[in-house]
């Protein structure tokens, strides 16, 4: 299975993000060989729309799941349409999270687990865009 993981950086040692729109990378890993591909989160600084942007990314690489911290509704609509399963409650690294998922332990969604805008504070994820 292609597994896509919200992460801060490009290897399996990187530590997953808890955001998924804002989150720098995904860590794209097939679940049984481990192999794997980084691809940076082009929708990381959109003023709006980064879930839905990351979804469709995902989705075009082939993602059948993704694992991440919080999944807005934007983005949990978006990779429902494509097909996408969402599992949440990723913490340490990218292989921590793989593990923790073969071994059963995440959470599958079926419903967004956060508001719009949850990863646009803090973290230095795309703050300065907020309107007030």
Known sequence: MKIAVTSEGKTLEAQADPRFGRCPFFVIVDSESLEF???ENEAVGAAGGAGV??????AGKGAQAVIT??????AFQALHAAGVEVYTGASGTVKDVLEDFKAGKLNKTGAP????????????GGGGNRRR
């Open 37 to 39: 591909e980084a691809l």
């Open 53 to 58: 942007q990351a979804a469709q990314a995902v």
């Open 113 to 124: 687990t956060v508001g719009s805008h949850f990863g646009m504070g803090g973290r230095g």
């Open 69 to 74: 911290g919080q999944a807005g509704p934007n």
